[in-house]
């Protein structure tokens, strides 16, 4: 009985010898269901792919993208303003605002964070400090973009008409008229 269990214990581990010495390995063959095993050659730069997934409209995908382009290249301005971008069209307009900032502390002439920090200061109605922005994006670029000269025309046109309008000086007051009931008048 000791000998049957030997001859299958030694014929079980002689196969598996045999499998592992095999020309395929432990790799699937073609049309396998199963997911193939690590991917060889080089990986595409997260930045890439942040832009990719941006032009998709997955703007929180693309900002996970740019935080792993930041880790494996580090903070430069390309990345920050990717960042930033995300950030904007995320709605997160202080955050936006706050990283591309840094990005033009990186570096002072990258027109794309000037004209996206001009687009964030529009959006939260810092209408004056985006028209300089968008001016000092414009001449950085020499009048190239008309996205750009877009943005700042726009800036300019709502800097000189911010739709302000002069308060009326009425004033209000309250006339009882019988019980519970009030009239407003006005006084000119």
């Not at 002439?109 to 109605?125: C, I, Q, S």
């Not at 968008?134 to 001449?139: I, L, N, R, S, W």
């Amino acid at each position: 009985m000791m000998q049957t269990s030997l001859r299958g214990l030694l014929a079980a581990l002689a196969l598996s010898l045999m499998a592992a010495c095999s020309q395929g390995g432990f790799s699937s063959p073609a049309g396998s269901p199963y997911a193939p095993g690590m991917a060889e050659g080089e990986a595409i730069d997260g930045l890439t792919v942040g832009h990719r997934l941006m032009a998709a409209g997955e703007y929180e995908l693309a900002l996970k993208a740019y935080y792993r382009a930041a880790a494996s290249q580090g903070a430069t301005v390309d990345v920050l303003s990717a960042i930033g971008s995300a950030n904007l069209k995320l709605g997160r307009l202080g955050q936006a605002e706050q990283v591309l900032r840094r990005a033009i502390d990186a570096d002072n002439r990258f027109v794309p964070a000037w004209n996206n920090l001009g687009v964030v200061l529009m959006e939260k109605g810092e209408v004056a400090e985006a028209a300089r922005v968008f001016e000092t994006a414009y001449a950085l670029d020499s009048g190239q973009s008309d996205s750009i000269r877009q943005n700042l025309r726009i800036a300019l046109a709502k800097r000189k008409d911010p739709g302000y309008v002069e308060p009326e000086n009425k004033t209000f007051s309250l006339v009882r008229r019988g019980a519970g009931e009030y009239l407003l008048l006005t006084r000119q």
